[in-house]
């Protein structure tokens, strides 16, 4: 069974946002004549790697609701230039958006079962277009989504 990471996704206002930073870097890495993907470095390294490549992702919460997601390809583990131990996640160069829900902040990431993990908007019957982005953050506020 699939486990994820949820992680809080600083320095986006919006979900338009983090589509934007992940095309960026997806066209780098194409550029460099990689595969088109997005990668976040943490300090930790998760100990659950064999259960997080089996079809994990990584949550995104942007502005304090848990509201995106990004496959996991991989994880690379590596030392940089001050010799500390950082984890790179390798993330698909698809965003998935979820159903809205909240989230309080949190240090680092955490794991996300899959059985508490929001359902794909898409699977909701919902889509992008039906409903911006800030009526669908108040809406999961009051609980009604």
């Known amino acids: 069974m699939a ?3 949820i992680k ?6 919006s979900i338009d946002d ?5 095309t960026e870097r997806s066209l780098m890495a194409i550029a460099s004549g990689h595969q088109p993907h997005s990668s976040h470095t943490t300090r930790m390294t998760p100990k659950r ?3 997080l490549l089996d079809g994990g992702s990584l949550y995104w919460v942007i502005k304090g609701q848990l509201c ?3 496959p996991l390809l991989d ?3 590596f030392t940089d230039v001050d010799g500390i ?3 790179k996640l390798i993330l698909g160069p698809q ?5 809205p829900q909240p989230k309080r902040p949190f240090q680092g990431w955490r794991y996300l079962e899959t059985k508490d993990a929001p359902r794909d908007l898409f699977e909701a019957g919902q889509s992008e277009k039906d409903m911006p982005a800030e009526l669908k953050r108040e809406l999961a506020e009051l609980g009604l989504l």
């Open 3 to 5: 486990l994820h990471l």
């Open 8 to 13: 809080l996704c600083v320095g986006c206002d």
């Open 18 to 22: 983090l589509r934007e930073w992940v």
């Open 49 to 51: 790697v064999a259960d």
């Open 68 to 70: 995106a997601r990004q």
């Open 75 to 77: 994880l690379v583990e």
């Open 85 to 87: 131990g950082r984890c």
């Open 95 to 99: 965003v998935i958006e979820t159903m």
